[in-house]
């Protein structure tokens, strides 16, 4: 069937190639092209394709489906992708698992990586090579029922047995069960742990054991291990989140990961170089967050463009046909200012991924200087990337109206996985309060004289504002941001301290204060998305594709200075927030013919997509309308259940 002529004359009417877009977006040509051969490739194999839709499916169905998949992978992988290529992989398993999770999700994202950061040469040597190789497959079991955010207070013990040369895993409680850690379920046979260790009856807290869960070649759970599935949750259903207890389970002393902290045969502790070095996968996946959960957005705005410029209801001045419902300037206010959030948040996540990557080459080298740094940076925007993903995809799903809450244009689906990221790799709101000590922290230099030891990421909370003149454009706008970063900083942190001097506890005092603090993390991290959104645009050299984003940056600053006018009202006039107000309406006209373009380029295949409302060629109707045909509930013209029960008490109330 041919494309849908609304589609057509949108696309006719982009003022630039999606494909030079796309090397933007994926940070170069060579990346987006590697994209889009991986795709075609994939759409060539007809057993990588959903052998019925996902959203029919039951857990087990979904599950087992996964699982087939993976299987065909494997011989697949090589001539697919660069397997040295993490951002390769990822696109591969987007296009053929989708996003609702997979026994090998964990795997990828945090147990080799856990290893990669966290064993030493030798026990790299030993399981790097086979998980590489998924001749194992491995999960990160860290948090428990009783306990999650607070690390210190994890029950599971790693006990140092020295006449054995091993360590006692145990359980002590039913809140010490591990609960939560995905593909611990069913699928994976191997773990990170993350247990107390305890030597001679002392407790160093926290450490990483590689520990075997299921015997290699029965999977049964071996002996002194109890696991299991913890139930459907509200996405994610792909996935096998499980539990796990120790009974005195024994593992030798070489399976602790020792890169950093050591224990030697008789017992001796040996310190790492940086007490929090442990923490180092969750930074890993923190620092790809805001990637991530911008093609979480990026998928559903695809969605919600497409079929809004398919959708026609009401007029505007033409009576004689209805408009598509992407000209209302009520429709480009709710998806624009998303579409731009998503540009930005790509960005920002080739950003920390670069520094994660960095980081862990200065780590391995004895630089542990920078960790402070990214876990500050990481902390506040997974946060804020997560919370406003989550808006922005539900705005997308009204904006769809009724089929928007159809599991046929799959945005509920998007929903909840993305949401999942503002609870998992830390609660947001503790993750806001991380980064808070830190600009506290920042605060406290500068109130001792020591502005010129602040990082780059700080150093605007030293200085003095300055006169704001907004048609000079994006750079006058961060400076209002700055602005009201600053300010509310500033308060949060004196608000602290005047608590604390008052002769409150440092923790009361802290707690206080902690609404405002939040507040100023946020404020804190979206004047960072603000200024890597502003740097990238200005590197771009494709001057046609500069000149939509930067009409894209317009729509983002004129937006987020209007969400933040609280912030800003010393600073601003009344006449200078009309101002910025109208500015957003014109950027939003000025966007308006280039909208399908942009979600275009972001080149999320029909098969990644799964939405019937978002499918590239527009024909939305026809098929809908086989979307639902296909549902099992009209395998049947009469249900069992009608007879069973329906007929009966029909029958029965004509008596
Ligand atoms: C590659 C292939 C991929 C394949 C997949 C493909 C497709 C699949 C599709 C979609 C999937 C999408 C996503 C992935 C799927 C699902 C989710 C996946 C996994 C989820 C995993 C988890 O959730 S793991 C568990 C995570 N848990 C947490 O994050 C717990 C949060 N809590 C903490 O981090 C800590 O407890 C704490 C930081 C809040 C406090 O720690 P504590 O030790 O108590 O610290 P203190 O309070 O004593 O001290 C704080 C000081 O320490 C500094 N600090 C803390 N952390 C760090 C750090 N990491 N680095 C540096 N410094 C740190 C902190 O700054 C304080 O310093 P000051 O004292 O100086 O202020
Ligand atoms: C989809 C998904 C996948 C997951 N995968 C894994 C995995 O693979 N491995 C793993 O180990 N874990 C995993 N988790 C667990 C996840 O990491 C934790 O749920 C998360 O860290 C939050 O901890 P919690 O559940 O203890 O929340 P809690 O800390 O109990 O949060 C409850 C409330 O208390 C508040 N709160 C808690 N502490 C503070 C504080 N100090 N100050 C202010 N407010 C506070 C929070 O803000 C929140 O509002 C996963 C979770 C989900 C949802």
Redesign the pocket.
Known sequence: MSENPDLTNERASGTFETNAMAAVIYGSEKFAQRRREITEAISKIPEFQDSHPLVFMSREEKISEACRKLAVLSNYWNSLIDTSDEEEALHLYREVLGLEGHPLA?HET?FIPSLIAQASDEQQEKWLGRAQRREIIG?????EMG????LRALETTATFDISTREFILNSPTITSL?W???ALGKSANWSIVIANLIIKEHNYGPHPFMVQLRDEKSHEPLPGITVGDIGP?MA?NGAD?GFLGFKNYRIPRENMLMRHSKVTSDGSYIKPPHAKIGYSSMVKVRSRMAMDQGLFLASALVIAVRYSAVRRQGYLEDKSREVKVLDYQTQQHRLFPSIARAYAFIFCGFETIRLYDQLLIDVQNGNTSGMADLHALTSGLKSVVTYQTGEGIEQARMACGGHGYSMASYISEIYGVAI?GC????????ML?QLARYLVKSIEMIQNGKSRELGPMVAYLAENESEIDLNLGPNEYLKVFEYAARNQTWRATEKFQKLRNSGMSNEEAWNQA?VELTRASRLHTRLYIMSTFINHVGSIVDQKVKGVLIDLLNVHVTYEVMDIGIYVQGLLSSNQMDLIRNQLYVSLETIRPNAVSLVDSFQISDMQLRSVLGRRDGNVYENLFKWAKSSPLNKTDVLPSVTQYLKPMMEKSKL
Do not use: D, I, R
Request: with cysteine; proline share 3%.
């Open positions: 964990l945090m999960c990160y079991a860290q948090t306990h999650g955010t607070n591990k939560w850690p995905g949750k994610f989140n999942g609870t998992y790799e830390g609660e947001n709101m503790v309060l902690s």
